[in-house]
């Protein structure tokens, strides 16, 4: 087991260099000059220009450009093109924003989808499963922001409050637990929104993967042994289904960091899809790049994952 | 030093010499004139400055630069130089927000720091032109500029940054109290320093905390010089969407709220809220490329200006929310000459037009001259809807003269890299923005400036304009000035190389409860509804406003 981890944390590695070079050549192919380089700008003259380039080292060659980007990400001293300020500090700050929103849409989304997915299963056919089947299909089709957009309307048309951004604005005075019921509401409606696509597409995998395993042999001997349906559906049938699912979860993990640019956007939460989306509009190199690399980074950590769990929870595979 | 070569572009050229300065006389004058010179002719001969024997005084190392560099001789050399003074007074007592008091050491220090390549300054090349700042006392700063530059002044709108904080005492002050590498140290430039993120001013505001893409805040600043603002705490908040900002706004949680035209219709109706039109320097055009054949011809590129319905893409596009443009200089500006009419909506007229240039129709109902259809290609940029419909306008509008015009959108920078800069169009839809006091337009209409990645990508050349231009930015009487600026406004409107399509004004809701506090010397308060100056700018007396419990009812 040992052995199987060192030598996919050493592959993994390489395979995580081998991506920051990839993107950092792919980035910089890119059309456009970060927005400091503002060519229609009448006040600015080939001289500034140039001394601006010199000063983000965009004269230089593209391997010097990358070597420049690595010694500043592991030294610390990578700044953004954008406000000159350092960018970890500035991911990290926007990831704890995004992160109970991210936290509280995949509770809802893995909480949710499962007792629908599973009823739906049970139940194959009837009114409930082909109620559930219909929704879940228009949730699917309408695009997430037209609904979160019609929700906006209406919870402050008729409620009259507040509901974009972190908290409501104007609230700093107040005592410590207003402010933190102001900071749960202002958390429930965006990841509700951003839940229920996600909610609508898990539901019908959970379906899909029930109806797969209730059909198998085992649970037919299951329940020719007599055990009651309980037992046989979450005992038995359940645990199996859920085995992709465990894969799926250590995919998760990238999730944190791309954010979800459009509910970002629309309900003004200052997150990490934002923060990567104003970056490549900006051609800020530094943040692209290093928004990229974390991503990378975390996609394979989510993969190893994946693979540990799957070997731990499926007695069939053993890593080697 | 910048030389052109072959092709008219600037390239870097290495050249070493040797200058042999004579003996000069000075003279000083109490006022700028720019005409001097011309005046000392008689007396010193004709064509004295201008046929000075300039390669008598300079030896080049590598005599074969010669031809490249002799254009440059004049600058290095200056026979006849104007050393233009300005002289700022500076208002006593006012302070810091940190309570040191501004001072003369202030400005200069703004001056070199402008200047100064560690900070990489996008504004330096506007500095280049000033010789000397002097601080001849606490208050009083004196500038030396190389040469005449009128446009000059308004460099100094710039803010002033405190040198008690960013001189090279308090930047290596700042460094002791941080860890940095020793390339980080040696780069440590007022640009990277803390105070990017706590700026310090003397206005009547100052800078209390800044949540990035979250919002700013400002807080009254109780030791202000002049008046007082109303306001104790000034937020500035970032909202990405316009639908949810303006449902913000309802909900009350914005006072003030940059609309959308369509949204300040929405909002113009409710009682509660009026609405004010903001006007800054923008106007919107279609260029034409006139090295293109088709669109050398004027009669052309009026007749192509007139097929247009201007009003109609105003109301309907805009929702009335601009204004017809009719030149290079905007209208909210002493620039513009009001006398010149915008081009009338006239298709019969257009076309009769381009008759006389030799467009003719021909058997497919498309105008044809000496054989060639009239057909070209309309450029823009993608997600700007505005833009969007002006191209749609103009080619159907043009589809009815018979003129086969296709439109094509790209992302903004393969617009601005591979089409723009690089002078690859036929016509493009774009803007202008900003710059509004300045009356210097060189980039934008010298024919200098007609090369890859320059601004006159229109290729627009005219003796007269340029001759215009040049006295532009070296006639300092202000009504002098006024009356060139209006004759290049005629001329440029006269000649189109753009369809000037219109000046947009913004929209800005505001409830009707906010209004301006006036105090007269007694110290009574009277209250005034806020309109936009005659400059189209609503934010002047913003630190009067004050939002009161009802709508008061106004002093007639």
Known sequence: MWRFLARTIVQRLLLLVVISIVSHTVIHLAPGEPTEVDSMNPMMKAEDVARIRKSFHLDEPIYLQYVHWVRDLCTGQLKSFRDGLPVMPKIWERFLNSLPLFLCTTVIVWTASFPIGIQAALKRGSRYDRGTTFVAYTLISIPGFFLSYLLIVWVVRIFHLPVIGLTTFGTEHESGVVRAMDRVWHLVIPSLMAALTGIAVLSRYVRAQMLEVLGQDYVRTARAKGLDEDQVVYGHALRNALLPFVTMFGLLLPGLISGSVIFEQIFAWPGLGLLGYEAILARDFPMILTLNFVAAALTLLGILLSDILYALVDPRIRLQ | ?556
């Open chain 2, 1 to 556: 030093m910048q030389v052109p070569d072959a092709k008219g572009k600037q390239s870097s050229l290495d050249v070493e010499l040797t200058v042999e300065v004579p003996p000069r006389v000075k003279i000083r004058l109490s006022k700028v004139e720019s005409g001097l010179f011309k005046r000392l002719e008689p007396i010193l001969g004709e064509g004295y400055f201008r046929d000075y024997p300039f390669a008598d005084r300079f030896k080049l190392k590598k005599p074969e630069q010669s031809s490249a560099v002799r254009e440059k001789f004049p600058e290095l050399l200056a026979v006849g130089e104007h050393n233009p003074v300005i002289t700022f007074h500076l208002h006593p007592g006012v302070r810091w927000h940190d309570g040191v008091p501004f001072t003369a050491e202030d400005v200069k220090f703004t001056y070199q720091a402008l200047v100064d390549p560690r900070n990489a300054s996008p504004r330096a090349s506007s500095y280049e032109g000033i010789k000397s700042v002097e601080v001849v006392d606490e208050l009083t700063v004196r500038m030396t500029y190389k040469r005449l530059a009128a446009p000059a002044i308004i460099d100094w709108l710039i803010g002033v940054i405190p040198k008690h904080l960013l001189d090279d005492a308090a930047l290596r002050r700042e460094m002791s109290k941080t860890s940095l590498s020793k390339e980080a140290r040696a780069t440590f430039s007022v640009r990277t320093s803390e105070f990017g993120r706590h700026p310090v001013g003397t206005g009547p505001f100052r800078f209390a905390e800044w949540r990035a893409d979250q919002f700013v805040h400002l807080q009254r600043n109780d030791d202000y010089w002049g008046k007082k603002a109303e306001q104790q705490d000034v937020f500035f908040r970032v909202i990405p969407d316009y639908l949810t900002m303006e449902l913000e706004f309802k909900a009350g949680a914005l006072d003030r709220y940059d609309a959308l035209p369509h949204q300040a219709e929405r909002l113009r109706k409710d009682p509660e809220y009026h609405v004010l039109n903001r006007r800054r320097g923008y106007y919107s055009y279609i260029a034409y490329n006139m090295r293109r054949p088709q669109f050398q011809d004027v009669r052309v590129r009026r007749a192509l200006g007139m097929a247009i319905d201007v009003g109609s893409l105003i109301k309907y596009a805009l929702s009335g929310e601009a204004k017809r443009a009719t030149g290079p200089y905007y209208s909210n500006t002493p620039y513009y000459d009001p006398t010149v009419e915008p081009l009338p909506y006239d298709p019969a007229g257009a076309l009769a037009l381009l008759a006389e240039a030799g467009w003719k129709k021909n058997a497919r109902g498309m105008l044809e001259k000496d054989g060639k259809p009239f057909q070209f290609t309309l450029v823009t940029n993608n997600g700007n809807p505005q833009r969007k419909a002006i191209m749609i306008v103009a080619q159907e509008a043009w589809r009815k003269l018979g003129i086969d015009c296709k439109i094509q959108a790209f992302e903004w920078t393969v617009f601005l890299d591979d089409f723009v800069h690089k002078l690859n169009f036929d016509a493009v839809v774009l803007a202008w923005v900003g710059g509004d006091i300045n009356p210097d337009k060189y980039q934008l209409w010298h024919s200098s400036q007609v090369h890859e990645f320059q601004l006159n990508f229109a290729g627009y050349q005219s003796q007269r304009v340029d001759e215009l231009i040049e006295r532009i930015r070296e006639e300092y009487d202000f009504d002098a000035q006024v009356a060139l600026t209006r004759e290049v406004h005629r001329l440029v409107a006269a000649d189109q190389p753009y369809t000037f399509l219109y000046e947009p004004t913004e929209p800005i809701v505001l409830d009707k409860r906010i209004v301006q506090v006036d105090r007269d010397p007694d110290g009574r308060e009277t209250y005034r509804k806020i309109e936009p100056l005659p400059s189209g700018s609503i934010d002047v007396f913003f630190s009067r406003w004050r939002k009161l419990a009802q709508e008061p009812s106004y002093a007639p």
